[in-house]
């Protein structure tokens, strides 16, 4: 195929991949590791002290249409040890079609453990559960004139529709485990300002085990696994392993049942920023568009 004609099919085949797996309401990145907040209210609070990630990936992409999301959290505890507040702005493109959303998030947390009655949500290993709930939109939008398609009315016209989300989610953690479950927007389209959209509820389940490697607690391990289904597509799930050493270097990779492998790698600039940098891999021939991302984290006080 020429380059003449490479891009506006490129553009329109990821069109018709957005068709077949309908809208989403929460962002699409490579690893949720860093801003769980997005996909489960209940990480909200989650850290001593309040917590700025901005996610990007993509966007370094050549091809033009190509898939690019970025994102930026805020995750802060309140001044009870039981509540947390957490927002975030996120866009997403993807061919002609681009998705900016916006969400608050709060949670309640209640401790099982005596014990860690003067402890805190961020302690290696207290007996909690978090329930939280988030209230946001999307602003949705199909350049469909641009593709310059006649005689099919399915491209007549432009889809510009703004849809409300409200969301729900629980995060267990006990001792070194942790298990999550969220539905980010159960109310799929059913309040959206356009009725030709079809949002669909992406529902969330994801457990993980922390362990360090020796009793000096040099280098952590995390392995985690998530699980994504969304009626009308297939159910997704990520393998993650994450390995963190002295808090000074980071780095993982996964793998994505959609056939793409995740690598993650980054240091620690100082006790409150880390800047790591990853890479998707797309295995599959007729999908294969790899993108490049950074990940800048920064916390306050005590930091990491």
Known sequence: MTNKYFTPAFVVIFTMQISL?????TPVFANYSYNTVVINPAHAGY?????????????????????????LTVNAPLRSKHMGLAGGVSTDEIGVTTAASFFGAYSYKI????EYGQGRWWAYDPNIISFGISAGGTLYNEDLLSLGIENDPEFQSNINAFVPAIG????????????????????????SSERNINFKNPFYSYFGYRFFTNQFEEVLINPSMLIKYVSGAPLQAD????????????????YRTSETINLVAGLHL?????????????LKEYNNINTHGIILNYRFGKGF
């Open 168 to 191: 729900v989610g629980i995060l267990y953690n006990r001792d070194r485990l942790y298990w999550g479950i969220s539905a980010p927007n159960f109310l799929g389209n059913s309040l």
């Open 239 to 254: 393998f993650n392993l994450m390995i963190n050493y002295l808090n000074k270097v980071e780095f993982g990779a996964g």
């Open 111 to 114: 401790f099982f453990d005596s």
């Open 47 to 71: 850290y001593e002290n309040t917590d700025l990630t901005f996610v990007n990936s993509g966007f370094f992409n050549a091809v033009e249409g190509s898939p690019k999301s970025m994102g």
């Open 270 to 282: 100082g006790a409150n920023f880390k800047i790591l940098y990853n890479y998707s891999y797309a």
């Open 21 to 25: 797996i309908f809208a989403q309401q």
